[in-house]
Structure formats: structure tokens, C-alpha cells
Nanobody
């Protein structure tokens, strides 16, 4: 079973930065997509950012220009650099992964991902 482990969450003031990391273990593959989603109580999971081993990144419009996703194909690890954080970014952030090849439009869909991490809390104070 593949395990995804997130780290890097915490409490910051508005305008601050955090760097989230997600490492996959249990399997090494050449083709994968990894993504970040976030969720607040009472709301559906929201796509944040995604990247594919084959190339191509996607972002939620609300974080474009503030967040940057990066990957290490060999280590099956992704990072999410979050700058200029806003209170509305407060949520539990989840790492997700699939080893299937997906097209660009599918990268934003939670249902396309097969593995999920436990989540890491990000809290941005005003």
C-alpha cells in the first residue's frame, strides 16, 4: 500500500509563508500525478495545485502567483511553497496521488486520485 506523508503545516500570520512537503513510499513508479487539496469544515475538498511526472502544473485561480508546486520524480516527492498567505487559505491540506496517466482537466478532480495523505493543518491569522 502506498503511503503519503505530509509535513510543513503550521500557524502563520497573514502575509507569511509555509512550505508543505509530501513524500510517497511503498512503491516507485515512473508515471504519477500528485496534487494538493484543502478542506474546511462543512465544505467540499478544494483543488489547490497539481503536477505530473510527465510535466505540466495546474493551480487554483485563487492561489496562482502566490503558491508554487514542485516535484522530485526520483523521490516521488512534491512540495507546495505558499507565499503571501491569507486567512482564507486556512484549511487542512491533503496530498493526493495517482499512478495513472491523467489529462490536464482531470488534475483538478479529487475523484481521479487514488491515494491520500492524512492532512496537515495550515492556519493563517489575520
Amino acid at each position: 500500500q502506498v503511503q503519503l506523508v505530509e509535513s510543513g503545516g503550521g500557524l502563520v500570520q497573514a502575509g507569511g509563508s509555509l512550505r508543505l512537503s509530501c513524500a510517497a513510499s511503498g512503491r516507485t513508479v515512473s508515471t504519477f500525478s500528485m496534487a494538493w487539496f484543502r478542506q474546511v469544515p462543512g465544505k467540499e475538498r478544494e483543488f489547490v495545485a497539481a503536477t505530473r511526472s510527465s510535466g505540466g502544473d495546474a493551480y487554483l485561480d485563487a492561489v496562482r502567483g502566490r503558491f508554487a508546486i514542485s516535484r522530485d520524480n526520483a523521490k516521488m516527492t512534491v512540495h507546495l511553497q505558499m507565499n503571501s498567505l491569507k486567512p482564507e487559505d486556512t484549511a487542512v491540506y491533503y496530498c493526493a496521488a495517482t499512478f495513472r496517466r491523467i489529462i490536464t482537466s482531470q488534475m483538478r478532480m479529487a475523484g481521479e486520485y487514488d491515494y491520500w495523505g492524512q492532512g496537515t493543518q495550515v492556519t493563517v491569522s489575520s
